[in-house]
């Protein structure tokens, strides 16, 4: 579950919200915007039946991703370059966070929560130092 299957890849953790377009074309994904008041949230839904959603700064930057459905993303193209960091804390994690528990790993400017089975995946990532000011994890779901 941790490291995800392949499919459809979207805009990275921390990159510019530029490339939503280019990745709603390629995988032919719908693409619903709608605004808060202090991010805007990007929702990719794939043919696959994967939902990304990006949080995008008045920046924009995309501080926050979260996704859901039967299948994981692929963690490498969602965190960008975040995605060593991940990997670093997933492999030093106790191998009983694995399997069916939800993961939780919370480090300094990365936070990732992943939980779910076959067919039916959620998650969260976001960078708590650059999430807009009134915004917290509770609103990247």
Known sequence: MALGFTSPVFAALGGDA???QADQRHFQATLRSVRSNSFQVQ???SPTGVVVREYV???GRVFGVAWEGPW???MRQLLGSYF???QQALQSSSTSQMGRKPL???LPGLAVHLAGHPRSYTGQAYLPDTMPTGTTAEDVR
Do not use: G
């Open 18 to 20: 530029a490339s939503v």
């Open 43 to 45: 929702e990719l839904r």
């Open 57 to 59: 700064s008045p920046q």
């Open 72 to 74: 994981m993303p692929d």
């Open 84 to 86: 060593e960091q991940y």
């Open 104 to 106: 939780r790993i919370d």
